[in-house]
């Protein structure tokens, strides 16, 4: 993944469309994994080295998200 993880610097347009990106990839490596899985296919080396990079999306997703979100105050 060649994505910048500061996300100060971008719009939050910018990162909605990246949102969706990385909900893309996320998607994609999900099934990629359990295609593997399923056939037999994947020696554990690959699924291993699919599993953290679909971790390192869901984090990007999150903070994506988190700065996305308002602050609210209770």
Known sequence: MNA???LSMKTDDVLRVELEVF???HR????AIMA????GTGDQFTIK???KQKL???D???LIEDRLTPDIIA
């Open 49 to 51: 080295r699919l599993k």
């Open 4 to 6: 910048p993880t500061d």
């Open 56 to 58: 390192r999306v869901k």
């Open 28 to 31: 994609d490596l999900d099934e």
């Open 36 to 39: 593997l899985v399923e056939r």
């Open 60 to 62: 990007m997703i999150a």
């Open 23 to 25: 909900k893309r990839q």
